[in-house]
């Protein structure tokens, strides 16, 4: 926690034989999220984050190219197993980070209005809201199918059947709402069975490593989702020129000609891409987010005796 | 082995049912216009016999029909009730019917393909499309894609020369059922259908620039797709091509679809009927002479009965009449263009010259016209350019597996993903390896079905989005 209310007071006593009686806080080090694990970037790289008034916060990896590769890895290493599962036992898992967010509430809270001066009832609302929205993706990981799929009637002796499966690799760039945003996002490509390399927010990313500590211990197998923190400018490129990547969300993208550079780059391996814009993250979702990244998959089959 | 095994006397289709005009304009607005740029010639390539001369749209045609449809969107066709909408699809699709014979002659001469294909796949199912989509224009709202569905404006679609019929009518039902307007430009080599296809709106009382057809090349096409009038695009065709668009498209606000190129496994275990996987064979290769980019071009076939299953088709193969497109007896075809002819011949060059051995049955080709036998290669590795490459042609490449696993691996080994076949006896094994293959349409002791109800399109560099059933609908609705 580095809230600055919970400081306490340094200063030396007028005594000059007495002890100084304070304990000074356990700092956290803020740390990319590949593959389960919680390394630093591999450039020993790292940046400033400040609060919403300017006060320094932490020093947050700065990830690089090398990162976004690994993490790519890792997300690709993971897809297999990840969108084999049940589509039940993704769904309870996305439900366990639920779980586990709303154990830690009160950490995400102050994290929140850290970063965006919002007020106690603002952030309340906002890591309420991300439980929420979890718990809501949660429970589609093993309905989409139904509602996106189903048999079609040919005109001829087969059965036909339409299913939808993950894409596969989805890198996403999550927009500036720290939680919220975030979660919005990211739970539904992986609540969908896709694999994720998440560019946090660039001024507001501790609250995604503490997400990523969320799921690392609410049993999201490692390399589900990888957390990047860093500059959108840097890494984002990467992300979208990615041969192994299979989708691209650039909702965090706010600069047009960048995110026009990025859906270029993104043409490469047609890449499905969803476009920044206006969005009401606290407006109920669509099914969109989960379509977006999902295939359609057709299998025929005779039918006789 | 030889083709003599059965002789067949000539049964060729009237050609006197069609009737090709000598030059052909634009169909803008509901008319037939001159077109402000030059004109090409489009030729059949059974007999390279030129045909006619083809306007070629340049930019300012292009404008031009995409004014019109935008006028048509919004002061006609995107203010009518879907259920008035959909009776216009419904005649649509009955001239169809009551011209198919016009249809796949002109299809036949124009495109190479065999009548028998024309007739019994390309047109009835052109015909079907339209159909099934004109039920849909009055109940989008029960497709699943919000409450209140609304079209998206002009559509700029560009369509492949393969299918050309077919894969307009894969372009046109959807689009105009959900109450958008469509620009569409044919392939070059393939235009008459598409232009016939005018001619049939016109009999439907369509309302003028509701459809508009532009023929042309590739700047024509480029210049559609740029428009900045154009709300959506849709493409057909090769996957560079795709990628080219995906990157022209970048920043705007078009919506887009693209179904792009393949290279299909077509995977045979050993206790897969041995016949019927013979002919399922035949059929995903050298259906279309093997112009179909979801065709079973990468045959897998299980290690122990690799020898059977490539004697049996060879048997096959020599079986296969290759020859005018109008004979009702012909199997395969006319390759579509010189083009087309000249870089199937160079990947087959380049299969031999990788080490592969290539086979084809004795069989004369006609002198003039673009020709390809039926050809396959064996002792193929996963490294050949034939194994790699989408060679739109009638040529199978043969590789061997031992284990599903090993034929899941190598049939997902590539960059594209549209189709795949699987033939064996075991219905679990079906659907495990059914749930395994990136791909998105899987023929299970089948291959190469359509139809209209049924979703078509691929994952990965096989391009996003359906066509075909409730899904082909998404790429038209906001």
């Known amino acids: ?305 | 082995m030889t083709s003599n095994v059965f002789e067949y006397a000539p049964a060729p289709e009237s050609r006197s049912v069609v009737d090709i005009r000598s030059s052909y304009g634009l169909f803008v607005d509901g008319e037939f216009v001159e077109g402000h740029g030059r004109s090409f010639k489009t030729v059949n390539p059974a007999t390279e016999e030129v045909l006619a001369d083809v306007a070629e749209a340049d930019e300012s045609d292009v404008d031009a029909a995409v004014r019109a449809a935008r006028r048509a969107h919004s002061r006609v066709w995107s203010r009518m009730s879907g259920a008035e909408r959909g009776k216009y699809l419904f005649r649509i699709a009955r001239i169809i019917q009551e011209r198919a014979r016009e249809l796949a002659v002109l299809e036949s001469i124009d495109n190479g393909k065999p009548i028998r294909e024309s007739r019994d796949v390309d047109v009835p199912t052109a015909a079907a499309h339209f159909f099934y989509y004109a039920g849909w224009a009055d109940k989008l709202e029960y497709a699943g894609f919000g409450a209140d569905p609304q079209p998206l404006g002009v559509a700029g679609q560009v369509i492949p020369w393969n299918f050309p019929l077919l894969m307009l009518a894969w372009k046109i039902a959807p689009a105009l059922a959900c109450g958008n307007t469509v620009v569409l430009k044919p392939a070059e080599t393939t235009p008459l259908t598409a232009l016939l296809f005018a001619e049939i709106c016109q009999q439907a009382d369509l309302p003028p620039g509701v459809v508009n057809i532009l023929t042309g090349a590739g700047e024509t096409g480029r210049a559609v797709v740029a428009h900045p009038g154009v709300d959506k695009v849709a493409f057909t065709g090769s996957t560079e091509v795709g990628r080219a668009i995906a990157r022209a498209v970048a920043g705007t606000d078009k919506k887009v679809t693209l179904e792009l190129g393949g290279k299909a496994a077509n995977i045979v275990f050993d206790d897969a009927p041995v016949d019927q996987a013979v002919e399922g064979i035949v059929n995903g290769i050298f259906f279309n002479q093997g112009h179909v980019c979801c065709a079973g071009s990468r045959l897998l076939v299980q290690e122990s009965v690799a020898e059977e299953v490539v004697e049996r088709l060879k048997r096959r193969m020599g079986t296969l009449r290759v020859g005018d497109p109008l004979d009702k007896n012909t199997d395969v075809g006319a390759i579509n263009s010189a083009e087309q002819l000249a870089r199937i011949r160079q990947l087959s060059e380049i299969g031999e010259a990788e080490g592969a051995g290539r086979w084809s049955p004795p069989c004369e080709l006609p002198e003039h016209g673009y020709w390809f036998p039926p050809t396959v290669f064996t002792g193929v590795s996963q490294a050949h350019r034939i194994a790699r490459e989408e060679i739109f042609g009638p040529v199978l490449s043969v590789l061997t597996f031992r284990t599903p696993a090993e034929a899941v691996e190598k049939a997902n080994n590539t960059p594209y993903g549209l189709s795949a076949g699987i033939w064996t006896d075991k219905g679990s094994r079906i659907l495990w390896m059914a749930s395994r293959l990136r791909a998105g349409v899987v023929w299970s002791n089948t291959f190469n079905r359509f139809d209209p109800a049924s979703p078509f399109g691929g994952y990965k560099e096989s391009g996003y989005g359906r066509e075909g059933g409730r899904h082909g609908l998404e790429g038209y609705l906001k």
């Open chain 1, 1 to 305: 926690m580095t809230r600055r209310t919970t400081r306490p007071s340094t200063r030396p006593s007028t005594r000059p034989d007495a002890r100084i009686d304070v304990r000074i806080d356990v700092r956290k080090t803020y740390k990319l999220y590949i593959g389960g694990a919680f390394p630093r970037s591999e450039s020993g790289r790292s940046y400033v984050v400040d609060d919403a008034r300017g006060r320094f916060l932490a020093n947050a990896s700065q990830a690089s190219r090398k990162d976004a590769r690994d993490a790519v890895v890792a997300a690709r290493k993971a897809f297999g197993g990840w969108a084999g599962r049940t589509a039940y036992n993704r769904g309870q898992v996305v439900y366990r980070i639920a779980e586990v967010l709303e154990s830690r509430r009160a950490q995400l809270e102050a994290e929140v209005r850290d970063a965006t001066g919002a007020t106690p009832a603002q952030a309340r609302a906002n890591v309420e809201a991300a439980v929420d929205r979890l718990v809501w993706y949660a429970g589609w990981a093993d309905k989409i199918a139904q509602v996106t799929g189903g048999a079609n009637p040919v005109a001829g002796p087969y059965f036909n059947h339409s299913a939808p499966e993950p894409t596969g690799v989805v890198a996403v760039v999550a927009p500036d709402d720290p939680l919220l945003g975030l979660v919005s996002v990211l739970a539904p490509v992986i609540a969908c069975g896709n694999t994720a390399v998440v560019l946090a927010s660039e001024p507001h990313p501790l609250p995604a490593v503490t997400l990523a500590e969320v799921m690392a211990t609410a049993d999201v197998p490692g390399g589900v989702v990888n957390v990047l923190t860093g500059f959108r400018a840097e890494v984002a490129p990467w992300l979208a020129a990615h041969m192994d990547v299979n989708a691209l969300d650039l909702t965090g993208i706010d600069d047009p000609g960048l995110a026009r550079t990025l859906e270029e780059a993104a043409a490469e391996n047609l890449k499905r891409v969803r476009r920044p814009g206006p969005e009401d993250l606290t407006a109920a979702p669509a099914l969109d987010r989960m379509t977006t990244f999902l295939e359609t998959k057709t299998v025929w089959h005779p039918m006789g005796v």
